[in-house]
């Protein structure tokens, strides 16, 4: 039966402790469904009008936020709700407002508890480069890149910006100065953001996302001159990842990016996170790949193919591939 005098906050928490899930999504006309290891499934909350979803979407919106969300039928935002903070995109359909909102810790969790492998932690200690952090929507990302963050933050004494949309884990300083920027708050997008960064002294620089060829462009300019930068993409594994951001540049500029990316790149880490066989919880699985001489040169060469063969005789360098970290979660029961 539906209510409109539904108050959304307190239904959010109260699926929230009861199903500890890694998404929960409300819409109009709906009960609330959530996500849980993975796994999508309704919840027996009331039935949610527009009114009243609309009332708790528009609260959490500054006024050019509400005007963007009319003009454009959707707007990503952070919220928070009591100890609870969340990545929220609420969207326009048919049938009325809808919102995804993406459970974010309030402190940066603990990489040993998480299964992150040394390798990707150890990135922190790069002076320049370009490090991507790679897969499918929901995999970790951010997680992984805000601990790489927080232990630069923790071991030197840096300058670091980062330019997210929307913000997600929040940083206070160590022994870095670190300055958070939000696209459309404070940034319009990630090229203006990443351009002005560059004229701001960082060492490191954090991009929530490379999303077209100006910021592309930029990431690997800002990576060359002395910068550690880092990034996501939704790509799922290291030669996919460079044939992204190459094919990304008209034919007549890709041999010249091929030469900057394998001059540029530091490493890319691919994950995804598996279900263990009693479906009760996700392990992260990491492809690790490492740009060392022999991967700069199949980069230079296009021959991307062959990267996966380098990959699989370097583990003493920390590499592992997708299949091989699968495998060694099986063997240790975790998938």
Known sequence: MSDTNINVVNIIKEVFDNNQPSDIHIGSGKCVSIRVNGEMALTESSILDEASIWNFVSKKLTEEEIIQFKKNGSIDFALVLGDLRFRANAYKTLKGTFCALRIIPMHIPDFKVLGIPNTVIELCSEKSGLILVTGPTGSGKSTTLAMIVD?????YPHTVITIEDPIEFLHKDKRSIISQRQI????????TGLR????EDPDVILLGELRDLETISLALTAAETGHLVLATLHTSSAPSTISRIIDVFPAGQQDQVRTQVA???NAVVSQRLIRDPKGESRNGAFEIMINNNPIANLIRENKLFQINSVIQTNAALGMITMDASIAKLKAEGKA
Request: aromatic share 4%; charged share 20%.
């Open 151 to 155: 232990q630069i933050n923790q071991r």
């Open 184 to 191: 459309g708050q404070h940034v319009p997008d990630f090229a």
């Open 196 to 199: 002005a960064s560059l004229r």
């Open 263 to 265: 001059e540029a790149l």
